[in-house]
């Protein structure tokens, strides 16, 4: 008689394929009951995705409009030769335009920085600081590259400071720029030039 004789080994073997299969059960199992909710959850933020691209191209026509209708009006600004200047401050009440040009080179650059600041006490940031006072006190001409040495000494010197809102004057910038020469407004600026 061949009766067939399992050695220890082969035992082993068919106890590891069982509990593979065990195992595999279970894992088949959680995957199952995981699967719905992570599908949905790719799903939903699939959609949330799709809505978003679809709100930043809406804005992003909206922006492209709105930049157009902006340097329209700049433009026109620019061509009737306007000085524009825009309150940052809600709370504080509307400051006058600038009506009134100097002559090229008539305040120094540290001045002019000085004068436009105390326009704007609640902050101007560095574009906007450049902008104004180039316009104001140098008829657009002014170069940043002057401007920006400037205004690192105003820095040192302790007459400025970058605040949360951009640049402003401190206490010993508006002492110095009481004490510098301050010409008096023109009604026109000089047509001759």
């Known amino acids: 008689m061949n009766a067939a004789v399992t050695t220890p080994t082969s035992r082993l073997a068919a106890l590891e394929?069982?509990?593979?299969?065990?195992?595999?059960?279970?894992?088949?199992?959680?995957?199952?009951?995981?699967?719905?909710?992570?599908?949905?959850?790719?799903?939903?933020?699939?959609?949330r995705k799709r809505l978003l691209l679809n709100q930043l191209e809406d804005l992003e026509v909206e922006l492209e409009k709105a930049r157009q209708e902006f340097a329209a009006i700049e433009s026109a600004a620019k061509t009737l030769n306007a000085n524009l200047s825009l309150d940052l401050d809600t709370h504080v009440e509307q400051r006058p335009y600038f009506s009134?040009?100097?002559?090229?080179?008539?305040?120094?650059?540290?001045?002019?920085?000085?004068?436009?600041?105390?326009?704007?006490p609640g902050g101007l940031t560095s574009h906007d600081l450049f902008s104004r006072l180039s316009r104001r006190y140098f008829e657009d001409r002014l170069e940043r590259t002057s401007f920006s040495p400037q205004l690192s000494r105003l820095k040192a010197d302790g007459e400025v400071v970058s605040a949360?809102?951009?640049?402003?004057?401190?206490?010993?910038?508006r002492e110095i720029m009481a004490q510098g020469r301050i010409l008096p407004y023109r009604d026109e600026p000089d047509r001759e030039e």
Do not use: C, H, N
């Open 17 to 47: 394929s069982g509990g593979a299969s065990i195992i595999m059960a279970g894992l088949e199992d959680t995957i199952r009951q995981l699967w719905p909710t992570f599908k949905s959850r790719v799903d939903t933020l699939e959609e």
């Open 100 to 120: 009134t040009l100097y002559k090229y080179g008539d305040v120094p650059i540290k001045q002019a920085a000085r004068l436009t600041l105390a326009e704007f």
């Open 164 to 173: 949360q809102r951009g640049w402003v004057l401190t206490e010993k910038g």
